[in-house]
């Protein structure tokens, strides 16, 4: 089974670089799994920025859906973002919130039984504001559940606040 560090945070908190210094301190040759979907070009810059912020010592893996359909045994994995993978799976399912948690939370039962050392990117989306319309506050819900299901299997909980990690796990 995959030992887990779950990482979550607000939008540039420094999750992200959070979890690639523990990657690359634990390997010389980690993989980035990528959920992205592109949807527009600025989302295209942020994910070439994410990109150069990476050395090549870095191998990345992309998968929108199925990230356990990879096998990552023995690897040390940085999955980058798990709001990303759930947009994509939401999306998929015609915005069904209960259907999409049950998808999501078999992958994630599936992809974490691999060996593996894996850092989880994640956003905490229900500490802003409160989302205008029903499709954003279902998916924050989603968001919310998936969260509380992944830092219970985390073997570490990291909240990133202002850049600095505070260990909640």
Not at 31 to 42: C, G, K, N, R
Request: charged share 25%; glycine share 6%.
């Amino acid at each position: 089974m995959a030992h887990i560090t779950f990482i979550t945070g607000g939008q540039r908190s420094g999750k992200s670089r959070f979890a690639q210094k523990r990657a690359e301190e634990n390997s010389d040759a980690p993989v980035y799994l990528a959920t992205a979907h592109i949807w527009d070009e600025d989302f295209h810059n942020r994910v070439k920025r994410h990109q150069s912020d990476r050395g090549e010592q870095w191998t990345t893996v992309e998968e929108e859906i199925q990230i356990s359909r990879h096998d990552l045994s023995g690897k040390t994995v940085m999955l980058d973002c798990i709001t990303l993978w759930l947009t994509n799976i939401f999306y998929q399912n015609n915005n069904d919130v209960d259907g999409s948690l049950e998808i999501a939370k078999q992958e994630w039962e599936k992809f974490i039984d691999q060996e593996m050392e894996l850092f989880v990117v994640s956003n905490e989306l229900g500490m802003g504001v409160h989302p205008e319309n029903e499709i954003a506050r279902k998916f924050a819900d989603l968001q919310g559940w998936m969260n509380q299901y992944i830092a219970a299997t985390a073997n570490e909980v990291f909240l990133m606040i202002s850049g600095i990690p505070v260990k909640i796990k």
